[in-house]
């Protein structure tokens, strides 16, 4: 099984809501990613969780808050986004091996647009 | 820090003729990774290329790796309606094995 879903596939939300995007991976991968991608660019680190712990946080606003609760599942909280955060949310999970550079998978994303 | 180019950034191609992407790192890469992306998806990985001068051919793809293990190359032979998408590199990052810096893309249309 080499799958990572994601939920909800698209979600609309205001600028004052509160909601959460999930990703789950049973491949025992260790290393879970948050990315963001607007239309036409690369997909842009926001945040690495390497066994369970955050490691990597690229200067991402307050407004994007995510959570490890386990191996297997990722959460990006979201909270009082503006317009310019829609975009395709991607999670991507890698097998930890030592600092070996391996393949990330990536989940089918979640198309969020904010009014 | 890193920079990772593609050129072009967009390419039309007849069905039938052939496509080239060129990737170029302002770093030495350790290795390097493709991914296709189609159009509303998500990216989805299609190789990696560790050694100095590697090529590796996955049908009518041949993935190549620079001897300075700094630039690489996608060529699609005889493309079809199916190869269209975005093609990205990727490399780590670094001082970061964890991360990859992805390439700006380039997007490929196959007209019919």
């Known amino acids: 099984d080499t799958e990572v879903t994601q939920t909800p596939k698209h979600l609309v939300m205001g600028m004052t809501n509160k909601k959460s995007l999930k990703c789950e991976q049973h491949m025992g991968h260790r290393a879970m990613y948050w990315y963001k991608q607007k239309a036409k660019k690369p997909p842009e680190l926001m945040f690495v969780?390497?066994?369970?712990?955050?490691?990597i946080n690229e200067s991402v606003p307050s407004r994007f808050s995510p959570e490890c609760p386990n191996s297997s599942l990722l959460n990006l909280h979201l909270h009082a986004l503006q317009p310019e955060d829609s975009a395709l949310y991607l999670c991507?999970?890698?097998?930890?091996?030592?600092?070996?550079?391996?393949?990330?998978?990536f989940g089918p994303g979640t198309r969020l647009l904010v009014l | 820090g890193q920079q990772v180019m593609q050129i072009p950034q967009y390419q039309h191609v007849q069905e039938g003729e052939d496509f080239t992407t060129y990737c170029n790192s302002s770093t030495t890469l350790s290795n390097i990774q493709w991914y296709k992306q189609r159009p509303g998806g998500h990216p989805v990985f299609l190789i990696q290329l560790v050694k100095s001068g590697e090529v590796k051919k996955q049908k009518r793809l041949t993935f190549q790796f620079g001897e300075a293990k700094k630039n690489s190359s996608l060529h699609i032979t005889a493309t079809q309606t199916t190869d269209v998408g975005t093609y990205f590199c990727?490399?780590?990052?670094?001082?970061?094995?964890?991360?990859?810096?992805f390439g700006s893309g380039t997007q490929l249309t196959v007209l019919p």
């Open positions: 991507a999970s890698r097998r930890l091996a030592g600092e070996i550079s391996e393949t990330q998978y």
């Open positions: 990727a490399g780590p990052t670094p001082g970061s094995a964890r991360q990859l810096t």
């Open positions: 969780y390497s066994y369970e712990k955050l490691s």
